[in-house]
């Protein structure tokens, strides 16, 4: 069966760096989000690309966050100067409209640590 | 606001002891309601779409409900592998692509 996959699973960094997170969605979705999960709360949207840009953003997703499809199949979250309060694992999800766009398939995420 | 509201936090059941999970919604011009089923370490797994109040989807010992301002899981019959945190969400009409997720329901079936 068909699966998001997310690399790394972990990363750790230092406060002020830059980090990518990596993403291959379901091949044929035209779909893609980023979510983030802080330890204990809810599963936050953060945002949507569609058509090569970004269709909707949180208020979360500001200047620091940017997401890119380099080729047809990677997609990725930059953080451009991480802070404590990014640490959350990352989801990155994919969906098709033909199954209704709020289907949502989830990857295992990316558990990232500031310190 | 649009809010998603679960309840309880927390539910330990019986092998066997059936219940339901419940989850309220203010969210203006409602699209569509989900279940997500999360394992721990994992990201959310889809379980159902309902679209309008009366509306009814099963799937094995799931029975997700849907009304006018709420949406039941019941949970019939629970075996230990049920066990996950249990995931309402929400997208409305004003939010294009944006999911809503509730905080969830952390189901234990003991055996």
């Known amino acids: 069966e068909p699966e998001v996959t997310q690399t790394p699973s972990h990363q750790v960094t230092q406060m002020g760096q830059e980090v990518i997170l990596r993403c291959v969605p379901i091949?044929?979705?035209?779909?893609f989000y980023w979510y983030r999960q802080i330890l204990g709360q809810k599963v936050e949207f953060l945002v949507s690309?569609?058509?090569?840009?970004?269709?909707?953003k949180s208020e979360i997703f500001d200047d620091q966050f940017s997401v890119e499809r380099p080729d047809g199949s990677n997609f990725t979250l930059k953080i451009r100067s991480t802070k404590l309060e990014d640490s959350a694992m990352y989801f990155c999800?994919?969906?098709?409209?033909?199954?209704?766009?709020?289907?949502?398939?989830f990857g295992s995420g990316t558990q990232l640590s500031v310190l | 606001e649009d809010q998603v509201t679960q309840s309880p936090e927390a539910l330990r059941l019986q092998e066997g002891e059936s219940s339901s999970l419940n989850c309220s919604y203010t969210?203006?011009?409602?699209?569509?309601l989900f279940w997500y089923r999360q394992d721990p370490g994992k990201g959310p797994e889809f379980l159902f779409t309902l679209y309008s109040a009366g509306e009814e989807k099963e799937k094995e010992r799931l029975k997700a409900t849907l009304t006018k301002k709420e949406s039941f899981l019941h949970i019939t019959a629970p075996k230990p592998e049920d066990s996950a945190t249990y995931l309402c969400a929400a997208s409305y009409s004003g939010g294009y692509q944006k999911v809503t997720f509730g905080i969830g329901t952390k189901l234990q079936v003991i055996p």
């Open positions: 091949s044929n979705h035209l779909y």
């Open positions: 969210v203006s011009g409602l699209r569509g």
């Open positions: 690309f569609y058509n090569n840009e970004i269709s909707e």
């Open positions: 999800a994919s969906s098709d409209p033909t199954g209704g766009f709020e289907k949502l398939f």
